[in-house]
């Protein structure tokens, strides 16, 4: 059952509205004011927001900055509701972010026809990419109400670059956003005695680079093929116009960006805290879930293993000895198999 949170001070207007919505066969939540209408937005999390704009407190504009602004609540769905008819209105609405906009008095069925169509639309946008789409205008597509953006082209046909190829290195003018369509390449950085940290093994359907090109004008990290892969580039100025003129795309940015910096937190946290043990055990772990659905797992040299783990190689084939002898895991060549994962897990706490 979906969830929608209602935000109207017309008590009247507000049981109203969650009458219609309940007997549709909607959960409903209400709150009275902008101020605790955005409190139960972070704390139920609801699949749908409509809010009236003008509100004590905190007016309907004010409740959809915070809410855009918080990674957890910028992807859901949100619908004005306001007595003031005309375009100006409708146009700082929109441009505010909302995804729809409804003039008081409305009629049941424009009322949920409208949220038909939103949680339609935010279910494609949702969609998480287990699997790459066999294109990036795919990506545009889904995450775009209008299937694509006039004026924007962002390729449709991807490089191909062979296995150790430099896609950027540090420093680098931020000229491109990529995506991978097939292959692996790695994201690392080198220290100052030219020791490789792996920050990220990218997989067909992940973007990289888009941190930096959003960040500034310098790619902080350097991109390397790890296996033949064709890689789209998206030219600097089309990926962000791209963000700029469409909610939806750069919603699903915010979103992905999100994860990222929690996973870069955890794993600060893990080369801070956990033993080198540890540390092997979580990546391990981490590249089985990485690739679970990949045709081909990467076959990483010790070295970029090791680089992941951020330590030194003999550190590394020693954990890994000692975990072949645990019986946890069987080493073929360059693969490492996990052999017990549940073991596994509970040495790397998880």
């Given at each position: 059952m979906k969830k929608i949170l209602i935000i109207e001070d017309n008590q009247f207007l507000r049981t109203t509205t969650a009458d219609i919505l309940q007997l549709a066969g909607y959960e409903v939540i209400q709150a009275e004011h902008g101020k605790s209408g955005v409190e139960r937005a972070q704390l139920d999390r609801p699949d749908m927001i409509v809010c009236d704009v003008e509100m004590p407190e905190l007016d309907g504009y004010g409740v959809l900055h915070y809410l855009s602004n918080d990674p957890k609540t910028a992807m859901i769905p949100f619908i004005f509701l306001t007595s003031r008819d005309g375009a100006?209105?409708?146009?700082?609405?929109?441009?505010?972010?909302?995804?729809?906009?409804?003039?008081?008095?409305?009629?049941?069925?424009?009322?949920?026809?409208?949220?038909?169509?939103?949680?339609?639309?935010?279910?494609?946008?949702?969609?998480?990419?287990?699997?790459?789409?066999?294109?990036?205008?795919?990506?545009?597509?889904?995450?775009?109400?209008?299937?694509?953006?006039?004026?924007i082209d962002v390729g449709d046909r991807p490089r191909r670059f062979g296995t150790g190829q430099v896609l950027f290195s540090e420093g680098d003018a931020t000229n491109n956003v990529y995506y991978v369509a097939s292959g692996v390449v790695k994201v690392f950085r080198t220290d100052n005695y030219g020791k490789e940290l792996i920050i990220e093994l990218c997989k067909p359907g992940d973007f990289l680079g888009h941190m930096d090109v959003l960040k500034g004008l310098e790619y902080t990290s350097a991109a390397e093929v790890l296996e033949d892969s064709e890689v789209h580039l998206i030219p600097r100025k089309v990926f962000l116009d791209l963000m700029h003129r469409n909610r939806d795309v750069a919603m699903r940015?915010?979103?992905?960006?999100?994860?990222?910096?929690?996973?870069?937190?955890?794993?600060?946290?893990?080369?801070?805290y956990a033993s080198v043990r540890e540390r092997t055990a979580q990546a391990l772990l981490d590249l089985s879930n990485r690739f679970k659905e990949a045709a081909t797992k990467p076959?990483?040299?010790?070295?970029?293993?090791?680089?992941?783990?951020?330590?030194?190689?003999?550190s590394l084939i020693r954990a890994l000895s000692d975990f072949k002898s645990d019986g946890w895991v069987s080493l073929q060549g360059k693969n490492v198999i996990i052999e017990d994962e549940a073991s596994l897990k509970r040495f790397a706490g998880r």
């Open positions: 100006e209105e409708m146009r700082r609405g929109m441009s505010s972010g909302a995804d729809d906009y409804l003039v008081k008095p409305f009629s049941e069925a424009d009322l949920l026809a409208t949220i038909e169509v939103r949680l339609k639309k935010s279910a494609i946008l949702q969609r998480e990419y287990g699997r790459p789409p066999q294109r990036l205008n795919e990506f545009i597509a889904d995450a775009s109400e209008q299937g694509g953006i006039p004026g940015f915010i979103r992905m960006l999100a994860g990222e910096v929690t996973q870069n937190q955890e794993r600060l946290l893990a080369l801070a076959q990483l040299s010790r070295e970029d293993l090791a680089g992941m783990v951020g330590t030194a190689k003999e």
